[in-house]
């Protein structure tokens, strides 16, 4: 069964502290991993698209790294607006994806 | 400003009540769907519709239903055979030429007791 798993299930960072979170999935035929941020009570909001084994993608404090059976998500320098929960999917067709659980990050100033 | 709407933000239902719940995109995309996602869990999908007047079943479709009249609007509704329905629902829309990356609106929480 396609799986997505990441870790931690939570992170608590001071300000400043760099971190990342892991994105492990077993689907084969990968056609896209996304990450996604989501604040409480909101809809996830688009980060990143990744494609293949080696690609990187950055945006202010984040970077998002692929290989071949896993992605990260590094956060650098956090800052407390930075805390929110992160999701990552996998899509294995044009139309459907398969969500990790979700990393909770708080930052603590 | 393009974007995807869901109305109420919040809804309370009693059991045994079919309740709707509204999506409605001006994205132009052709795709939309529903999830639904609870504490501890990752979203899981309910339907999708990849056209108009077309909708497929996707993991989780039992005590749901949706359709899909125009290109921007996907309501689902909530039957009462659905034996838990409290729980956060989220639709999105995706199209071919934003290469299917999916967006999402700002959900509905759903509460029924």
């Known amino acids: 069964e396609d799986q997505v798993t990441q870790s931690p299930e939570a992170l608590r960072l001071q300000e400043g502290e760099s971190s990342s979170l892991n994105c492990s999935y077993t689907?084969?035929?990968?056609?896209?991993l996304f990450w996604y941020r989501q604040d409480p009570g909101k809809g996830p909001e688009f980060l990143f698209t990744?494609?293949?084994a080696g690609e990187e993608k950055e945006k202010e404090r984040l970077k998002a790294t692929l290989t071949k059976k896993e992605s990260f998500l590094h956060i650098t320098a956090p800052k407390p607006e930075d805390s929110a929960t992160y999701l990552c999917?996998?899509?294995?067709?044009?139309?459907?994806?398969?969500f990790g659980a979700g990393t909770t990050v708080t930052v603590r100033a | 400003d393009g974007g995807i709407t869901q109305s109420p933000k919040y809804l309370f239902r009693k059991e045994g009540q079919n309740v709707t719940l509204s999506c409605e995109q001006n994205?132009?995309?052709?795709?939309m769907y529903w999830y639904r996602q609870d504490p501890g869990q990752g979203l899981r999908l309910i339907y999708y519709?990849?056209?108009?007047?077309?909708?497929q079943k996707g993991d989780i479709a039992e005590g749901y239903s949706v359709s899909r009249e125009k290109k921007e609007s996907f309501p689902l509704t909530v039957t009462s055979a659905q034996k838990n329905p409290t729980a956060f629902y989220l639709c999105?829309?995706?199209?071919?030429?934003?290469?299917?990356?999916?967006?999402f609106g700002p959900g509905t929480r759903l509460t029924v007791t």
């Open positions: 994205l132009n995309h052709d795709a």
């Open positions: 999917a996998v899509r294995w067709d044009d139309y459907k994806l398969s």
């Open positions: 519709s990849q056209i108009v007047n077309d909708f």
């Open positions: 999105a829309s995706s199209s071919r030429q934003n290469s299917y990356e999916q967006y």
């Open positions: 990744l494609y293949s």
């Open positions: 689907v084969s035929g990968l056609r896209g």
